[in-house]
């Protein structure tokens, strides 16, 4: 999909594929248009989950194919070049939310009334990366690798947690790693996770990310090494002020 913009319904859903769903968490970072869409889309997911499934009516489907057959077609839209204002892209982007809950069918049940669903009723609920990213006090800082790719790392010390997400960023050596470290305030190098061999990619990195003054990235021996055996490719400042 060219417009990454339009990823936000499936990202809320978490229906995005691995390479997607990296990229999107890279471009959300500096996009909080889609961060404030993502989160009023998880909001309504969540009010929808909460209610109360039941099976649909036997002639549901018979009803709806009815109506469908009674629907006129539009006519094929005319590709024009005057330009899209926001405002209609944002209504374009909501068409999917709009899909979803027309997906959602209302009918009696008994005494009550429930909800059909076509999908799975579970609560979503941000992961460990999501809500370091979506934190209020989320610090950013971005490295350009130039042809090699980019780098982003995202550190929140309300969630003692920071995630590093990377854009187009080329394999490593055959045999070798890339691994994350966590620089301490006495300069000592803490490992922090090993990269997947990807290039789109986004990894909640396990170690004192509270309290370190910088992120660095080495090449290492596949299983990554107990300390630095290579000088940082990247190297991320963390340090307050």
Not at 21 to 33: I, L, M, S
Not at 130 to 153: F, H, K, P, S, W
Not at 182 to 198: H, I, K, N, W
Request: proline letters at 9%.
């Amino acid at each position: 999909m060219n417009d990454i913009h339009l990823l936000t319904g499936a990202y809320a859903l978490d229906a995005l594929d691995p390479d997607e769903r990296a990229r999107f968490e890279a471009h959300v970072v500096d996009c909080p248009e889609c961060a404030e869409e993502v989160a009023e889309l998880r909001e309504t997911a969540t009010m929808l989950s909460e209610l109360e499934p039941v099976a649909p009516p036997a002639e549901l489907r018979t009803g709806i194919l009815d109506l469908v057959a009674q629907v006129r077609p539009l006519p094929p839209e005319v590709p024009h070049d005057a330009p899209v204002e926001l405002s209609t892209r944002r209504r374009r982007r909501r068409l999917p939310l709009i899909a979803a809950a027309a997906a959602l069918v209302i009918v009696g049940a008994g005494a009550g009334i429930g909800v059909w669903s076509p999908w799975e009723a579970n609560s979503p609920s941000l992961s460990a990366a999501e809500q370091v990213i979506a934190a209020e006090d989320a610090e950013r800082e971005v490295v350009d690798l130039g042809e090699a790719g980019r780098a982003t790392v995202v550190r929140s010390v309300s969630e003692e947690g920071a995630v590093l997400m990377t854009e187009d960023m080329v394999a490593p050596p055959k045999g070798k790693v890339y691994q994350v470290w966590f620089q301490t305030s006495d300069d000592d190098m803490v490992p922090a996770g090993v990269m997947e061999p990807v290039p789109n990619q986004t990894l909640l990195l396990d170690g004192p990310a509270a309290d370190a003054t910088g992120v660095g990235i080495t090449v290492e021996p596949i299983g990554g090494s107990k300390a630095p055996t290579s000088d940082p490719i990247a190297l991320f400042d963390l340090a307050e002020g």
